[in-house]
């Protein structure tokens, strides 16, 4: 086992729009890579894969030993993703309750017909245009409109969350020896904000109830299966964010890959029914989550390496998802590419929530634009990376549209 | 050499799971011969696990569990046919319909039929059925929609349970009756028996365990009107699911001098079939529910397995083998895994949990319903359970393919204080249950004649 600055080169910005190289140097060092600042970095498929199903493995941040200025306040519960069995699952559960199988199996299928209406006003506005703006014209606003419904919160208050949720995002950047005190502040102060916020909406739905999950959290009959207060402050945050910022990249991840790959695109032009898979590919080849943090609970033997107990471990789900011991010809995106279990949504307990949902959005996104693609191109590649916005991949610049 | 094995005749006998997903195979791996399937039903391949569950639910028909195709095996299908007999020398199979099939390589694969009830009269008596195919799950679903005032299930494996719990989800009433001291006893042992008859009874199940049925009852009309017990009570119910297990489909290869008999057709890993003497052939190959295999992880004791899963996997291996030279061949050595899902829980198995001294809750508790249970042999992990906490399995297999130490080292978030304190595992002998296991280790025999023929 080295140590190394791996981690630290791969989250610079000047590597972000192209971090598969390093990623490919991960998986040689070894499956374990230890890390200068004392973390452990995991970049092969079947490592990971153990460890997200390793159930001495934590995604609490206060499995560490206390650290300086930590993400969440003293003595406030994280929310569900970020908390272990059984609290997890239990709130997972009551989260679940009226958005999916089993109470509400038809909830995210129902969904379809708005996601694509929605889709439609917003390729309408783009008639007689030259240059579009793929972010703030189209992946942004799909999947914000979506989980405003969803959650039952105004669309017009976007500006509002979109400075919280710009924070709590930047917050949850990985950056490696950076002093995070600063920003850990302004991620709690944002995130109890923006909980204060959602919570006073949700009161407001206890006397006008409608359609969505606020609604159903806050009048959940059975006081066994009621979030609490701070419960559904946390869950609703967890639920707007994670709802829309990841989405925003894949929608635009698929934009940047089929437009550098002039024959795939004219494959999914040809043959639509590859579409579901070929979503499925862009989450394996260009994840929109790279990485993910874990604690360990005890030592744990991986791969002849020791993880000590309370270290941090990185686990590079970008990496895992190239790895060519899981993946035929990994650097290829193949929209067809049978047998696909990527690491694109996280494995095991925390496997994404929202997956179905994000799948349609996806879909539906796509499906609509790549027959509008014709002779679109690229104005920049790689894209410039708008200094503001921290998503581990950075959105891709405005393709020009030339018809 | 290669070449040679891409071409030629390949028979499958057995038009099921196994039979349908080797057909694939053999063609995805490059097999351009001519392909021949042959299956005694008249359907085409459809999936069994849903006819206990949604088809007696009536949420699916029980003609609509047709198995997906997943790539055109471009195969002769010979449905309705019966294989009687294998001429091993001439290389042929024999058919109830037509003329002897002649084969370069034979997949044997006819699975398993239900154990009926052992009185061919008192079987007969209508209202009586036992649950294989989907003309059986057809008919009982038919007779649970009519709403009967009792169904009487005998045994309390697996299917017993799980057509115990649809009738409750039906509504129906409901008696089970098992010889054993509990439900699923024989899979699981006796701590998730408990659990297990617990969850029967608050369902409503009317649960008599160590029991058996001595006698079904018919009015003069050969109807089914009830049934004696061994504790001298009776049970009046219209209706009767004998859920004793499964026989294996292996009469038809009685003058084959394989090594076949009631446990199956015992074969290497590479699926290759033993003859009598314990040779292995190299023409002759076995999957599926029909086969028994050596497996390393159990002491190299023979496997015999009811999964749907092995089925496929070995399925797989065996086709690839039918097309390989020795050296590319690939043995099958997954670890057996099994589900079930039954009032309200989802029960997964991973390894043999029969072959274990003790058990402890590594996560999770029995009060939640959701737990995941562990079971050693001899201080290593052989097995896992989980009961609503599916997502915990694969942490478990890598556990039993690594001969982790037992118990399982602590840690987890979910760990319960039981997780301390192992217990005795508690599997009863089979022969004291109503139903045959789903899962068997069989010795290291191959020879059908050192097998002791039960029943
Ligand atoms: C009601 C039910 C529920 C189940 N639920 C589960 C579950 O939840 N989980 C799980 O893991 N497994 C379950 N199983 C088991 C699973 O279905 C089997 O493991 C699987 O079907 C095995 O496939 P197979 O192809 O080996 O055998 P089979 O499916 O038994 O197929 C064998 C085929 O060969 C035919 N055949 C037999 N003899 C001859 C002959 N001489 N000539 C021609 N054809 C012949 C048979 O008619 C049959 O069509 C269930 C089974 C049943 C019946
Ligand atoms: C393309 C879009 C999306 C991607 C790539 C994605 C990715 C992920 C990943 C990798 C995880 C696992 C995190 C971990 O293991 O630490 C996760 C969890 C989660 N996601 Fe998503 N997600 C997407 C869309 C959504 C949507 C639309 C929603 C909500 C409607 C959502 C809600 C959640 C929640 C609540 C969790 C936490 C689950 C848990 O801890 O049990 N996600 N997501």
């Not at chain 1, 086992?1 to 040689?28: G, V």
């Not at chain 1, 009161?203 to 006008?208: C, D, F, K, L, Q």
């Not at chain 2, 036992?130 to 038919?142: E, Q, S």
């Amino acid at each position: 086992m080295t140590e190394d600055t791996l981690l630290e080169r791969i989250t610079d910005y000047a590597n972000r729009p192209d971090p598969y190289p390093l990623y490919a140097e991960l998986r040689e060092a070894g499956p374990v890579v230890r890390q200068a600042d004392g973390s452990y970095l995991v970049g092969t498929y079947h490592e990971i894969a153990a460890l997200l199903h390793d159930p001495r493995i934590s995604a609490d941040p206060r499995s560490r030993p206390a650290s300086a200025g930590d993400l969440y306040e003293e003595g406030a519960q994280p929310p569900f993703l970020r908390l272990d069995d059984p609290e997890h699952h239990r709130l997972r559960t009551l989260a679940m309750r009226p958005f999916g199988p089993p109470h509400s199996p038809g909830r995210v299928d129902a969904m379809r017909g708005q996601i694509a209406d929605i889709t439609r006003e917003l390729l309408q506005g783009f008639r007689d245009r030259e240059q579009i703006d793929i972010v703030d014209d189209f992946a942004y606003p799909l999947p914000v409109t979506v989980i405003c419904r969803l959650l039952g919160v105004p669309r017009e208050d976007e500006p509002l969350f979109r400075e919280w949720s710009d924070v709590l995002v930047a917050g949850a950047d990985v950056k490696p020896g950076e002093d995070t005190t600063e920003r850990n502040q302004a991620t709690q102060q944002a995130r109890a904000e923006m909980g204060r916020y959602l919570l006073d909406l949700a009161e407001r739905r206890r006397t006008h109830p409608s359609d969505d999950l606020l609604s159903a959290f806050v009048n959940e009959p059975d006081p066994a299966l009621r979030l609490t207060r701070e419960e559904l402050a946390q869950t609703a945050v967890l639920l707007l964010i994670a709802g829309h910022e990841t989405t925003v990249n894949l929608i635009t991840n698929g934009v940047l890959t089929l437009l550098r790959q002039p024959d795939q695109l004219d494959r999914l032009r040809r043959e639509p029914g590859l579409l579901p898979s070929a979503v499925e590919e862009l989450l394996r080849y260009e994840p929109p989550v790279h990485m993910r943090e874990r604690i360990p609970l005890a030592d744990i033997g991986l791969a002849g390496t020791t993880l000590p107990t309370g270290s941090t471990v990185v686990l590079a789900l970008a990496s895992g998802n190239r790895d060519p011991k899981r993946f035929h010809d990994p650097d290829r995106f193949e929209p067809a590419r049978p047998d696909n279990q990527h690491l694109g949504f996280g494995s095991g307990i925390h496997l994404c929530y929202g997956g179905p949902l994000a799948r349609i959005e996806a879909q539906t996104a796509l499906g609509a634009l790549i027959p509008l693609l014709g002779t679109a191109a690229l104005v920049q590649d790689p894209p410039p990376l708008p200094a503001e916005r921290h998503a581990p991949r950075p959105p891709p610049p405005p393709p020009r549209r030339d018809q | 050499m290669t070449d040679d094995l891409r071409k030629g005749r390949i028979v499958i006998v057995g038009a099921s799971l196994a039979g349908l997903r080797a057909a694939e195979t053999l063609r995805e791996e490059g097999f351009t011969g001519s392909l021949t399937v042959v299956g005694d039903e008249a359907y085409p391949p459809y999936d069994r696990p849903p006819l206990s569950k949604q088809v007696l639910l009536g949420q699916t028909a029980p003609d609509a569990t047709g198995l997906p195709i997943r790539r055109d095996p471009d195969a002769e299908w010979r449905l309705g046919v019966r294989a009687t007999g294998l001429d091993p020398m001439g290389k042929r199979v024999l058919l109830s319909d037509g003329d002897p099939l002649p084969f370069d390589r034979l997949l044997i694969a006819t699975g398993t039929r239900a154990r009926p009830w052992p009185n061919p009269e008192e079987a007969a008596l209508e209202g009586v059925f036992t649950l294989r195919t989907c003309d059986d799950a057809g008919g009982l679903a038919a007779r649970l929609a009519a709403g009967p005032r009792r169904v009487l299930v005998i045994g309390g494996g697996f299917t017993g349970s799980e057509i115990a719990s649809a009738c409750r989800e039906r509504g129906l009433e409901v008696t089970v009756a098992e010889r054993g001291p509990g439900p699923l006893v024989g899979a699981l042992g006796g701590t998730l028996s408990k659990l297990a008859a617990a969850m029967h009874r608050g369902h409503g199940v009317d649960l008599r365990c160590g029991v058996t049925v001595t006698a079904l009852h018919g009015d003069g009309g050969g109807r089914f009107i009830g049934a004696d017990l061994s504790d001298g009570s009776r049970v009046e119910a219209d209706v009767c699911v004998v859920a004793l297990g499964a026989v294996r489909n292996v009469e038809w290869l009685a003058d084959a001098g394989l090594a076949a008999g009631p446990r199956g057709v015992a074969c290497d890993a590479g699926c290759r079939a033993f003859n009598m003497y314990g040779i292995v052939t190299d023409d002759v190959f076995v999957a599926g529910d029909v086969s028994r295999f050596p497996h390393p992880l159990f002491e190299y004791q023979m496997l015999s397995l009811e999964h749907w899963g092995n089925a496929v996997a070995q399925a797989e291996v065996a086709a690839h083998n039918m097309v390989s030279p020795g050296p590319l061949r690939r043995p099958h050595l997954a670890v057996p895994m099994f589900w079930s899902s039954q009032f309200g829980l989802n029960i997964k198995s991973v390894g043999v949990p029969s072959f274990s001294d003790q058990v402890v809750i590594a996560q999770g508790s029995l009060e939640a319903r959701r737990l995941a249970m562990v079971y050693g042999y001899r201080g290593r992990v052989t097995a896992a359970v989980t009961v609503n906490m599916a997502k915990s399995l694969e942490y478990y297999q890598h556990l039993i393919e690594t001969a982790a130490p037992f118990p399982p080292a602590p840690g987890a978030a979910d760990r319960p204080m039981a997780a301390e304190i192992p217990v005795p595992s508690d599997v009863p002998d089979p022969k004291g249950l109503s139903h045959g296991p789903t899962v068997a280790l069989t010795g290291y025999l191959p020879d059908r004649r050192l097998t002791v023929v039960q029943h």
